[in-house]
């Protein structure tokens, strides 16, 4: 390692050189109380930006070991650290000119959720911070003093007032560490008390926008029903009461614009904890829950459907299911399967992107298409059994089929965005119209055996490299999925998927697996639960291409990985 001295030396020597002569400053430097890695620089000054990384020792950052005792502490650290970075840089960016990306400095920008992202980890040794600089040019001509005012004003102050907790704001950091002790203390109540979800009282469910998810102004407030009313005891809030969620099946009901899919879009996310002023912050759901919906088109690749799906007229193998275009039930089906699998205990549905003879046949359906004539078990007859058998909660938002009522064991109606328990009520209307008998198929929990197939490299035709396997590229479209080589893995549907961020690292982890692990042998579950070891005990560097990793990643769930996985069309 060299001193920042050094650097400052070597900037000056190739000031108005050729661009690629900035590849020589790369490595490490000490700047102080930090250390400055240059992991990897650009090729051109229109290129993606080069990355950089910051380490500060433990000793030298100062923070109390309370801060960074367990997992979820070093994550609530490292998210806060990141939004200050963020606000720091932004003051500095781009005030280096020069051509193309010159001059820029960034790192991931969080959104409401807290995430683990590789843009600032904190270990036993100290903080690691990562981000992106663009080193300046005059055309193609390196600019090297815009470059030193970079490296040694901009970004000292940036790293100052960040990363050494005497400089930063010391109640707010406490406040957001309690926070997340808070959220957590909630998630292992729910728990203790058989719930599935928690909403507390005063909680802002609907969102400014479409494209926006911070709160909406003006909104109203959640209040829990008297009868769903529990308390949660906090270790710094103290007691904070709302609605608990309990294990079984529930069913969200009201009228069009009443709140019913606002609520159900908090508890979706209320698998991830919440930064404050959100309006979310307890609003916590079981951190398995999955969101299912039908997926018109999607692949499936040899899934146990049977549980839902008998009997097809194509003869078709329903044990060992696999379809390159899915329609929207047998999409459905197997996502369930699929879930399942991942190991969630909640599921939940909306009616409105469901697959209609997925989830229901009507009386009429049935005396006109006898049960011999269908291949379809509606989900109706199988959520009872998926929890007293399977253990898995269903939380359902239903708006047109009063079916569901004869099986929720919960039942809550949104009126005007305030929810009401109306569980007694449409108990006693039930036992006026009860639903005909019908015979359904023995519940027998699905065995599905799904190989990842060895990845077979295309082999290059023409151009450099010919004859030679092509490497797998990755490119993020978003969240929306990814282009891993040629093929293309949509992940629009993945309604949990909340960051570009875990879209990016899903492809990190799916290049994995087909380069090292995918041997024709190894099931989809076994893949996934090495993945997931490497994750805890080495992060994402583990699954790098060099020997660094860059800002732009964050660690998604093991409900998404799976969902990735699914959806690759082998």
């Keep these: ?110 959104g409401q959720e807290i995430l683990s992202r590789t843009a600032c980890e904190i270990t036993s040794k100290g903080i690691t911070a990562r981000f992106f600089i663009g080193f300046p040019a005059n055309g193609r001509t390196i600019n090297a003093p815009e470059l030193e005012k970079i490296l040694f004003d901009f970004l000292p102050a940036c790293v100052e007032n960040t990363f050494f907790y005497k400089n930063i704001n010391q109640e707010e950091l406490e406040q957001t560490i309690f926070l997340a002790e808070d959220q957590q ?135 060992c299911f696999s379809t390159a275009d899915a329609s929207g039930s047998t999409s459905q089906a197997a996502s369930i399967i699929e879930g399942m699998e991942a190991g969630s205990k909640v599921f939940l549905l909306d009616e409105d992107t469901s697959a209609t003879n997925f989830m229901v046949r009507d009386t009429f359906m049935q005396e006109i298409i006898s049960r011999e004539k269908e291949p379809i078990t509606p989900f109706l007859e199988r959520a009872q059994k998926l929890y007293t058998i399977a253990g898995i909660s269903t939380l359902l938002v239903a708006g047109s089929s009063g079916a569901f009522f004869h099986i929720a064991d919960t039942i809550i109606q949104m009126d005007c965005y305030r929810p009401v328990d109306i569980t007694r009520k449409v108990k006693e209307i039930c036992g006026k119209y009860p639903l005909s008998p019908t015979k359904v198929p023995a519940f027998v929990i699905p065995d599905s055996h799904r190989i990842m197939q060895k990845n077979s490299p295309v082999i290059r035709s023409h151009g450099h490299g010919t004859g030679k396997p092509d490497r797998l590229k990755i490119k993020v479209h978003g969240k929306a999925g990814f282009l891993l080589g040629r093929q293309e893995v949509d992940l629009r549907y993945v309604e949990q998927l909340i960051d570009p961020e875990q879209t990016a690292a899903l492809g990190l982890l799916l290049k994995y697996a087909l380069e090292h692990l995918a041997d024709g042998k190894k099931t989809i579950p076994e893949i996934v639960d090495y993945l997931q070891k490497q994750i805890h005990t080495k992060g994402l560097i583990a699954f790098a291409d060099g020997s660094y990793l860059p800002c732009g990643y964050a660690i998604p769930r093991i409900q998404e990985i799976y969902s990735c996985f699914n959806r690759y069309r082998q």
Excluded: W
């Excluded at 000490?30 to 051109?44: P, T």
């Excluded at 020792?57 to 963020?86: M, V, W």
């Design 1 to 110: 390692m060299q001193q920042a001295t050094e650097l400052k030396k070597q900037l000056q020597s190739i000031h108005r050189k050729s661009y690629p002569a900035y590849k020589s400053l790369k490595g490490s430097y000490q700047f102080g109380h930090y250390i400055l890695s240059i992991d990897h620089v650009q090729g051109d000054p229109f290129a993606s930006p080069s990355h950089i990384s910051v380490h500060i020792s433990r000793k030298d950052a100062g923070f109390p070991d309370a801060y960074s005792k367990n997992n979820l502490t070093c994550i609530t650290l490292a998210d806060h650290l990141t939004r200050q970075f963020e606000q720091q840089i932004n003051h500095y960016s781009f005030r280096a000119k020069g051509s193309g990306k010159s001059g820029l400095i960034s790192v991931s920008h969080c």
């Design 185 to 319: 203390a909630i998630r292992e109540q729910l728990k203790e008390k058989k719930l599935v979800a928690f909403v507390a009282d005063g909680a802002i469910l609907p969102r400014e926008s479409g494209i926006s998810s911070r709160p909406m102004k003006h909104s109203v407030p959640f209040i829990s029903p008297e009868s769903l009313r529990i308390t949660m005891n906090l270790p710094h809030k103290g007691k904070i009461i709302g609605m608990g969620i309990p294990q079984g099946i529930t069913l969200i009901v009201g009228g069009g614009y009443h709140g019913k899919s606002t609520l159900l879009n908090a508890l979706e996310l209320g698998v991830y904890n919440h930064i404050a002023g959100d309006g979310r912050e307890y609003v916590i759901t079981d951190d398995t829950a999955l969101k299912l919906r039908s997926e018109d088109g999607r692949s499936i690749k040899d899934v146990d459907i049977s549980l839902f799906i008998n009997d097809l007229p194509n003869k078709k193998n329903i044990h």
